[in-house]
């Protein structure tokens, strides 16, 4: 095996999967697949991401909402990662173990919730796309607040592009696309605070407004934790970076439950 090819370790994958679900994990165990010229698992794996992202919130979906907020934040993410951390060991454990031990390269556990924040990113914008698609009519000014929410995915887009930028990126590089990103959703949260004074909102969407503030709030801590993490060279806030991935899945899952 070639020293000069990188994995994504199983620590990397673990942070991804809490943060991003079954999809990241199928993203990431797909590149390592690839990268050991296999292919055909490679395919299968990220097939098997997707498709176990839409059973569970399709199940979630279906589950009343009442039920849905005595579950514990962390049962689900702790779940599937427990069972994905298996499939890693059982199909990858060995050449990610013999990898490592004749000095190979891994990419690094913040690289790993990157990529569980853009599949974060990918479920949001399903999930919008969904509300918008059974959304009915309103005496509220409704162009006003579909625009302000198209400001807000844009950029949600921008801020999330510092997580596809080649490794070996410079410190410099990262830090500064990581500030431009937290200044967007910084503007986020203002967008968002500017949805809530809309009069006439029903509802569903007065409760929607509060978990989009609540998830750019997120966002911003997600970032101020990884710009800490680079600055300083360390892995010390992982946990942090983790357990905020989970509570974004979990407003995920109440956005989809709203309508």
Wanted: aromatic share 10%; glycine share 6%; no cysteine.
């Amino acid at each position: 095996m070639d020293n000069q090819v990188k994995f994504y370790s199983q620590k990397a994958i673990s942070v991804a999967t809490v943060v991003g679900g079954p999809l990241a994990a199928g993203v990431l165990i797909y590149h390592n697949f690839k990268t050991l010229n296999k292919r055909r698992q490679a395919v299968n794996s990220l097939i098997i991401g997707i498709l176990t992202t839409i059973i569970i919130l399709a199940a979630v979906f279906m589950l009343p909402e009442g039920i849905i907020d005595k579950v514990p934040n962390i049962l689900f993410p702790l779940i599937y990662s427990l069972i994905v951390y298996l499939i890693v060991e059982r199909l990858q454990g060995e050449e990610l173990e013999a990898h490592k031990q004749k000095g190979g390269q891994f990419y690094s556990s913040w690289r790993g919730a990157g990529i569980g924040a853009l599949s974060i990113a990918v479920l949001f914008a399903g999930v919008f796309g969904a509300i918008y698609l059974t959304t009915p009519s309103y005496s509220f000014d409704t162009e006003m607040y579909d625009n302000e929410i198209e400001i807000f995915t844009r950029n949600e887009k921008k801020a999330l592009q510092v997580f596809s930028l080649a490794e070996g990126t410079s410190d410099q590089r990262l830090l500064r696309e990581l500030n431009i990103g937290l200044e967007l959703w910084k503007k986020n949260r203002d967008i968002v605070e500017r949805l809530s004074a809309t009069e006439n909102l029903p509802a569903e969407l007065v409760r929607q407004n509060q978990l989009l503030q609540e998830y750019a709030l997120l966002r911003i801590i997600h970032y101020e934790y990884i710009i800490r993490a680079i600055e300083e060279d360390s892995n010390a806030y992982e946990s942090q970076i983790s357990d905020i991935g989970v509570k974004i899945e979990r407003i995920l899952l109440s956005l989809q439950n709203i309508h």
